[in-house]
């Protein structure tokens, strides 16, 4: 699996769209972008993923480059609740029951 | 039903103790994972069961012995357990194989697991 760098930590205010960037400059033309977020002594819990055109749901906006070495998650109106480290994982959709490999993340705080 | 089921959520144990972590779901996964995450760091994986049977192993030491009784029920059965030890043990579930990969995984709320 391709590996991703995300920054540290990022601050955004309530009510703001909050832009968490993640680079993937070794993804291979068969791996998916996938984010999870991990609330507070909470398990990850599944936002969103894509391949190469840019996708959205009820969650949050998954923004792919052209050249798919970078992505960006949106999350349009951020609230407190959104508190929470931000994973991008970067694996192959199928093969078999491998799990996932997680990294360090972004912590992103929401301000009031 | 949409939830992986966890107990107990805290657990404390002595060195000599020997208890059980149980992992249940309902969503007819056939995939079901065990991960160890340390105060600040993200989840790592111990253990993949794949229909049953025990697919992936990350040289996890031998003090966590995994149990897959049947489709729906996962153990972490732990004895001799070091101090180090202490972390959220999470489980995991998924449909199999690239399914599981379409449709993401679903987490548990962990154990929270002190050994003294």
């Known amino acids: 699996d391709a590996k991703t760098t995300q920054p540290t930590s990022m601050d955004c205010a309530e009510g703001r769209a909050a832009n968490l960037p993640c680079n993937h400059s070794t993804i291979s033309g068969n791996e998916y972008v996938y984010w999870y977020r991990q609330i507070h002594s909470q398990g990850p819990q599944y936002i969103i993923h894509g391949l190469k055109n840019n996708e959205t749901n009820e969650m949050a906006s998954l923004i792919i480059t052209e050249d798919r070495k970078s992505s960006t998650l949106i999350l349009p109106h951020a609230t407190l609740r959104d508190t929470a480290v931000y994973y991008c994982i970067v694996r192959t959709r199928g093969g078999g029951a491998d799990g996932l490999t997680f990294g360090k993340g972004t912590h992103l705080i929401i301000q009031p | ?116």
């Open chain 2, 1 to 116: 039903d949409t939830e992986v089921t966890q107990t107990p959520k805290h657990l404390v144990m002595g060195m000599t103790n020997k208890k059980s972590l149980k992992c249940e779901q309902h969503m007819g996964h056939r995939a079901m994972y065990w991960y160890k995450q340390k105060a600040k760091k993200p989840p790592e994986l111990m253990f993949v069961y794949s229909y049953e049977k025990l697919s992936i192993n990350e040289s996890v030491p031998s003090r966590f012995s995994p149990e897959c009784p049947n489709s729906s029920l996962l153990n972490l059965h732990l004895h001799a357990l070091q101090p180090e030890d202490s972390a959220l043990y999470l489980c995991a579930s998924s449909l199999h194989g690239g399914l599981g990969a379409l449709y993401g995984y679903t987490f548990g709320s962990g154990t929270r697991l002190t050994v003294v």
